[in-house]
């Protein structure tokens, strides 16, 4: 069986659980203060970061790659189209999520408020929270435009698209900075995807010290 | 035919680039200055990133997305190995390259004295280049570490990997920021990897107000 290293709020590792979920492939977490760089986990991986899958004897780190990984390991269901063109833009929109979406949003939010209080490194930095609360409705609405032509994020069929904008967005959710009142079609894709059996994992999630807001885990929120 | 709107020192544009030249695609080579934030390249590309590949009608950021694409579209010469594990390991060391190294190197080198000077942003943060200098030695030696078990940084053939390491270390390899008698085997890697053709184009790139040194365009360095 796997084993997943993992943080429970961590959006990327949020990410490998869903495909894993939605692939039915079984796996055992193991949660991991990887700020506390303990010795057995940094030989596991040396950049320190979660995920870590283990697999095959082997542990792999980096959420892009340990995806891909398990799309060409279990194919089914399928999470990357066929056609060059649409696999362009998951993994385009796989970036956008990771990176861009990240760094001005759940960085800004989720990080100063929570991950600092749980690794204990200080306040949160109200400019950035101010920054990511400003940033989280450009993107909100960035996500409507995509919407009022496609099903999915990235075309007609659910992909790793959707799993990487929902793994961004459900951390955020655990700690209310998400307004769906903002935009009724982002707010309907969030309820077609929250209310997946592969869901379920990331709706009992519990950081001790930071309950979730009621309506969290709540499919008609 | 392609077009790309590129940057010459940008590592992400180098990848890019030597990937098309690799495959013998032909493009047209648009430089931008996008810091300049133009209307008519934010229409492009809202995130004001480059690399941007125009092709077939459409205007495509991303570097590792536009890689995939170019892989999928151009498949010889093959970049990415056809066995899941290596396309993992492939793609793992891209995301190593292009968000660790980049961000503890390149970022604190390279951005930090030429791209601040050519953008007028300010002076070289001293912190930050000494950071940089610190940081790029733990990252030759563990290429060193990889090379000694393997041909190629991935495994026994040249694939997407060399080419994401390589554009990070020759765009600092412009500035004489790469010591490369620290370790043999990585300085014979990059003597293998710049002396294929595909790495003609970025030798010959030169940016005004700071020319290269003479070691940078010499394949006998």
Redesign the interface.
């Known amino acids: 069986m796997y084993r997943l290293y993992h943080a429970p709020l961590s959006p990327f590792c949020r990410k490998v659980r869903l495909v894993l979920a939605e692939k039915r492939v079984e796996v055992e977490l193991v949660e991991e203060r990887y700020w506390e760089r303990d010795s057995d986990f940094l030989r596991r991986n040396?950049?320190g970061k979660v995920p870590v899958l283990r697999a095959e004897g082997?542990n792999?780190?980096?959420s892009?790659?340990?995806c891909?990984?398990l799309e060409?390991?279990h194919p089914e269901p399928a999470l990357m189209p066929k056609d060059?063109?649409t696999?362009?833009e998951v993994?385009?929109l796989?970036?956008?999520f990771d990176d861009?979406f990240f760094r001005q949003v759940t960085e800004n939010l989720l990080y100063e408020r929570v991950n600092k209080k749980v690794q204990n490194t200080g306040y949160p930095d109200s400019m950035k929270v101010k920054a990511g609360a400003r940033a989280v409705k450009f993107h909100l609405d960035y996500m409507a435009w995509l919407l009022e032509k496609r099903r999915w994020l990235a075309g007609d069929v659910m992909t790793l698209a959707d799993f990487a904008a929902a793994a961004q967005l459900s951390s955020l959710d655990y700690t209310s900075d998400v307004d769906w009142a903002r935009n009724e079609a982002v707010k309907d894709w969030y309820a077609k995807i929250k209310s997946r059996p592969a869901f379920r994992g990331l709706l009992a999630d519990v950081v001790p010290g930071f309950p979730p807001p009621p309506h969290y885990a709540d499919l008609d929120f």
């Open positions: 040396p950049a082997r792999m780190p980096e892009q790659a340990i891909e990984w060409d390991q060059a063109d696999r362009y993994r385009r796989c970036a956008w861009a």
